[in-house]
Nanobody
Framework: QVRTVESGGGLVQPGGSLRLSCTVSDPPFRTYTMGWFRQAPGQERDIVSA????????YYSDSVKDRFTISRSPANNTMFPQMNSLKPEDTAIYYC???????????????WGQGTQVTVSS
């Protein structure tokens, strides 16, 4: 059973930075696209970013473009979303998930982790 585990969340002041991580437990799934999502209270879960298995293709939503970057470890089993210039509206639970193909539709991802809370507040 493949597992994805997120970590690195916490409380940060506006303008601050956080580096999250998502690790995939099952080696064959290291060739999958890794997606990063967030869900604020009362809102739908939306895609934030995605990275292909090679790391050569990336996607960022308009809301985080130029502030967030995403990378993968050489072993391809860990994804690192780097979040800079954080805003209060970035407050949400952040999840990672996997897709066989490079897609940006939330419903086409599987193997969801438990999520990590990010709170941006002064």
């Amino acid at each position: 059973q493949v597992r994805t585990v997120e970590s690195g969340g916490g409380l940060v002041q506006p303008g601050g930075s956080l580096r999250l991580s998502c690790t995939v437990s099952d080696p064959p799934f290291r060739t999958y696209t890794m997606g990063w999502f967030r869900q604020a209270p009362g809102q739908e879960r939306d895609i934030v970013s995605a990275i292909s298995w090679s790391g050569g293709i990336t996607y960022y939503s308009d809301s985080v473009k130029d502030r967030f970057t995403i990378s993968r470890s050489p072993a391809n089993n860990t994804m690192f979303p780097q979040m800079n210039s954080l805003k209060p509206e970035d407050t949400a639970i952040y999840y990672c998930a996997l897709s066989r193909n490079f897609v940006t539709v939330t419903q086409q991802y599987n193997y969801w982790g438990q999520g990590t809370q990010v709170t941006v507040s002064s």
